[in-house]
C-alpha cells in the first residue's frame, strides 16, 4: 500500500476541520477558524460564486488624508481627492490599475499593466510607457485585494489551511471572530468576522516603519450573488488616511481593453529592480541606498555626515565604512517629517549622531529616534557644517506644496545638491513633466544663486543637471487618457 497521500487527499483533509480524540489549543485555533471561514463564505455570496469569480472591475472616488505626510507635522492632516480604478482576471493572470489626481504638491496620472510580457508601467502626464522587467501579479494587485472583502473571501477559500483562530474581539459593539490570514506575499492580515452576520467589517496588518494599518469595510451590497462593500476607510495607528467609495463594479467581465497600451504613448527604457548600490560622485561623497530609498554620506577629516532619512540607513552607513571604516557619524541630516524621512533617526541616534531638523519636527524626529535622549540640533533658515576643508551649507527652502520646512543640502566646492521629494527622477526614460513641488524647488534655488552640477535625491539613484531642471519645468504634460476614467 502507498503510504504517501496524494495532492488532492492532502488538500482535502487541509480544507476541512481538523477531528482528533484530544483537542490542543493549535487544533482549537484552525478548527474554530475553520467554522468562521464557512460562515463567512456563505454571508458574501457562497463558497460556488466565489470561486467562480474570475474578473473584476472597479471605479472608485478616493478621499486621501496625508497621515504624516501633510505641510506640517502634526494635524488636522491635509486632504486631497483622487480617482482610481483597478480590474483583474484570475484566469489570464492580468491585473491593471490606474490612479490620477493630486496631492502633497503632486499632479499625477499612473497605471501599472501585469502581463506577462506585455506588462507595463505608464505615466500618462509624461507620455510615456516603460516596459517591467520582471513582473509580479501577487505583489502589485496585492493591494486591490486586500480593500476588495470578495476578493479576500477568495484569498480565504484557497489558502484557508494557514489561517488561525485568535479569539473574540468587540468591534462597534459587536462580537467578531478574529482570524489570520496569509497571502502569498505581505505581512499576516487579522480578519474581523461579526458572529451574527458573517461578514467581514474590519482587518488589520503591522506595516513597518507606519505602524498599525487598519482596513474597515461597510455599506455592502449584492453584485450577481456576490456582497461587495461601497465604502472603505484605512486608518494608520488609528488617524484616518484614506476614504474610499466605490462606484462602480462589473463582476466577470473582460478586462482585455485595459491591458493594451493607449495610442500615442512612447516606450521608454524598462523599469528594472532598484538594487542596492554605491556611486562616489565626488571624492569622499557617496550616494548610497536601493528599492527607491537613498541617503547621501560626506567624508569631513576626522566624522562622516549623513544627509537623509529614509529606512535604512544602517545598511547604507554598512556599506561605506567599506571605503571609509574609521571615521564615526557625527550628523545624521534629515529633510522633513514625513514618515518616511524620519525613521533613519533611530539609526543615527544609535550612532551617537547629532540629528539636525528643525525645531518644530521635534517630536515626530524623537519618536521615530525612540529615544529621549537623541542628541538633536535644529536649524533655522540655514546651517553650515565644516571642518576647514569640506563645506556642507544646508538651506530650508519651505514653504512648499510639499512641507512647510524643508532642508536641501548643498556641497560648494563639489556643486551637488541633495534633496528630498521635489525633483522626481525615474530611473529608465525621460524626466517627467514639473509637478508643483518642482516648480517651487526650482524657484527656491533660483532665488539661492546657487552654483550646482549634479542633483541627487532620496528617492532615485538617478544623478541631475541644471539642464534636466530647466527641461522639466519647460516641459508641458501629454494629454493623452485611456481606460474607463
Known sequence: MNRMLTLTALFALMANPVVQAEDTLPLTSVNRANEVIDAALEAHGGAEKLAALNSLYQESQLLNYATGQSRFPDPPWDKSAQEAENAIDFDEGVFYTR?????????????????????????????????????????????????????????????RQLSHWLGVADFNGRPHDVITLVMEVGPGLS??????????????????????????????????????????????????????????????????QYTQLAPGLEVVDAVVPDDFNLQELDEGVFLVGGNGAYGLFVEMEDYLVAIGGTQGAAARLEEVRKHIPDKPVKYGVLTHHHSDHVPASADYAKEGANIITFKANEAVVRAAAGDDSAKLEFVEDRMTLSDGQRTI???DIGPTPHAEQLLIAYLPEEGIIFEADHFP??????????VSTTLAFAKALDQLNLDWNKMVGAHSSRVGTPADLEYVVNKKPATLSAGGL
Open 99 to 159: 490612479n490620477m489626481g493630486s496631492g502633497g504638491g503632486f499632479e499625477f496620472d499612473t497605471a501599472t499593466i501585469i502581463n506577462d510580457d506585455e506588462s507595463w508601467q505608464i505615466n500618462y502626464r509624461a507620455g510615456t510607457a516603460a516596459p517591467i522587467s520582471e513582473p509580479d501579479l501577487n505583489t502589485t494587485a496585492g493591494p486591490f485585494i486586500r480593500i476588495t472583502p470578495a476578493l479576500l473571501m477568495k484569498q480565504l477559500q484557497e489558502r
Open 191 to 256: 480578519l474581523y468576522i461579526d458572529q451574527e452576520s458573517h461578514m467581514l467589517t474590519r482587518m488589520e496588518r503591522v506595516l513597518p516603519p507606519f505602524g498599525q494599518v487598519e482596513y474597515r469595510f461597510e455599506d455592502y451590497t449584492m453584485i450577481d450573488g456576490i456582497a461587495f462593500n461601497q465604502r472603505f476607510k484605512l486608518l494608520i495607528n488609528g488617524d484616518d488616511n484614506l476614504d474610499i467609495k466605490n462606484e462602480k463594479q462589473q463582476v466577470n467581465v473582460s478586462i482585455a
Open 393 to 395: 551649507e544646508l538651506y
Open 425 to 434: 527622477q525615474p530611473l529608465t526614460g525621460p524626466l517627467p513633466p514639473a
